[in-house]
């Protein structure tokens, strides 16, 4: 037996000790605790323990991140039951927190490969940023309006250049559940989850005090809803991937009837603005037909028009008709001092990146990377421009925000070779180019300096950061946060209704 097969035989017996229907339930209220205290996705503390002789000690600065609860709640889901074992009381949290700690260390051990040292980098920052930055707000208002507002907009119809489908009648079609009554109970579901003690979600039906249909949903809409967000215990014991219980954090356990408790509310948060993306994408999925992933990404380019249109910012759209085969940009964009060609890839960033199994997490981040990012480069590079004496940028434009920007871009280097000078290649995600285009918009010269900025430490390859994110500090973010307020406006109308029951 070797070292790793010891510590997971280790850490298996200890979590093995513990009811999982109990342990879940306990994990759950600290997650709670966590975001009612503001703690959002990462914690520090001073843990107290005592030695043999019954001595009080103090562990300073022990610190965990809500990812590591989910770790633990999934490997309890696969290897125990709720028929044996105790119940979890502090000192056994803290136990279970720093032997999680001691196991993910040991199977983490990585190739002094580089690529695959860049790409284990990758793969744990985009799980754990996410618990930590938690920006349910803005990644609502730009799903919903893409796949809502956007997907209604007749001068939108996409039929000629893609499969248009028809958000609202696919997803009641798959789920049997309206998308706006889902949403408004999903978004209900949170609100109440948030602000109370209890794990067991199903329990939020049995304490409404009052007429739920003044909502405009009854007590089986939301029973439905549950069920459509829920798994049960075999789902996640037939996979190898924790990080299926942070977009399914809802799980049914086998203790007792309509038993359904929220693992983690910050996992529970998370799911909400991506849960259509992924519940239709699913099924496309299952039916092995692309046509969902290519129309989203069709209307993520409007999405980008809309931005450029309400900036009123010069640009000029290149992509010709998809069934030509002209490697070509979405976008040019020209200032008095430089012109941006851009590419837009509307990929998420794969759920597989954080499976048990190394080999298969990497080859669904090269997938990602060759697809996506590895793709778009060389369309970018395919396409030159010549007589100017503008400085020629070219940008990946990613959905979804990659972090460890530098590190992301050295697996591209390494998988590449770039054909214009690779310092005026970038990945920008789409939060920081709504930020970059009201800055244009308002202040170009400002919108300059961000730009020679940033040019510099790509440059000298700065090592404490290069990526936009550093540089927009202190610029206001308003399109898809202020702008887009379709999460106001849910908050606002369930506020209304509720001074009505």
Not at 221 to 240: A, G, P, Q, W
Not at 429 to 437: A, R, V
Not at 480 to 487: P, Q, R, S, T, Y
């Amino acid at each position: 037996m070797d070292e790793i097969e010891k510590a997971e035989q280790r850490y298996i017996n200890i979590i093995r000790k513990f009811t999982t229907c109990e342990l879940l339930e306990y994990f759950s209220k600290k997650s709670i605790e966590a975001y009612q205290n503001g703690k959002k996705g990462f914690t520090i503390c001073d843990v107290p323990y005592y030695n043999k002789n019954g001595l009080k000690g103090i562990v300073k600065g022990f610190c965990y991140g809500q990812w590591e609860l989910v770790q633990i709640c999934y490997n309890s889901i696969r290897f125990s039951n709720d028929y044996r074992g105790k119940t979890v009381d502090e000192s056994d949290y803290f136990n279970l927190l720093n032997e999680n700690k001691i196991y993910d260390e040991t199977i983490e051990v990585v190739d002094e490969d580089a690529l695959k040292l860049f790409e284990h980098m990758q793969c744990l920052s985009n799980i754990q940023f996410d618990f930590q930055t938690l920006n349910t707000v803005t990644k609502f208002n730009r799903m919903y309006q893409i796949l809502v507002t956007i997907n209604k907009n007749t001068k939108y119809n996409q039929t000629e250049e893609v499969c248009y489908i028809d958000i609202e009648k696919e997803f009641k079609k798959i789920t049997n559940i309206q998308l706006n009554k889902f949403i408004d109970i999903y978004f209900f579901l949170i609100l109440l989850s948030s602000t109370r003690k209890n794990t067991n979600i199903f329990d939020i039906i049995k304490d409404l005090e009052f007429d739920v249909s003044k909502l405009g949903f009854s007590k089986d809409d939301i029973v439905n809803v549950i069920e459509l967000l829920s798994k049960d215990y075999e789902f996640y014991k037939n996979t190898d991937n924790w990080n299926l219980l942070r977009f399914y954090p809802i799980v049914k356990t086998n203790k007792g009837e309509n038993n359904y408790i929220i693992t983690n509310i910050f996992s529970l948060m998370l799911s909400f603005p991506e849960s259509i993306y992924w519940i239709i994408r699913n099924h496309y999925c299952e039916l092995n037909c692309s046509d969902f992933t290519t129309y989203f990404g069709n209307s993520f380019e409007y999405y980008v028009q809309e931005i450029f249109e309400f900036y009123k910012i010069n640009c000029q759209k290149l992509k010709v008709s998809k069934k030509q085969s002209i490697q070509m940009p979405d976008w040019k964009v020209e200032t008095d001092k430089y012109i941006f060609l851009i590419e837009q890839k509307s990929s998420l960033f794969p759920i597989d990146t954080r499976t048990s199994s190394k080999k298969e997490r990497f080859e669904k981040l090269e997938q990602y990377f060759n697809k996506s990012l590895v793709k778009g480069f060389n369309q970018l590079n395919s396409f030159k421009i010549d007589n100017t004496q503008k400085t020629i940028i070219r940008i990946c434009l990613t959905f979804e925000k990659i972090y460890m920007e530098e590190n992301a871009k050295r697996i591209i280097e390494e998988k590449m070779t770039f054909s214009s000078d690779i310092n005026l290649n970038w990945i920008v995600n789409i939060d920081e180019f709504e930020i970059l285009m009201k800055i244009l918009s308002e202040n170009e010269e400002e919108f300059n300096k961000i730009i020679e900025k940033k040019i510099y430490l790509e440059v000298t390859e700065d090592k404490t950061g290069r990526n936009f994110e550093k540089l927009l500090a202190g610029h206001k973010y308003d399109y898809a946060n202020k702008v887009l307020n379709h999460f106001n406006f849910l908050g606002d109308n369930l506020k209304n209704k509720l001074k009505n029951v």
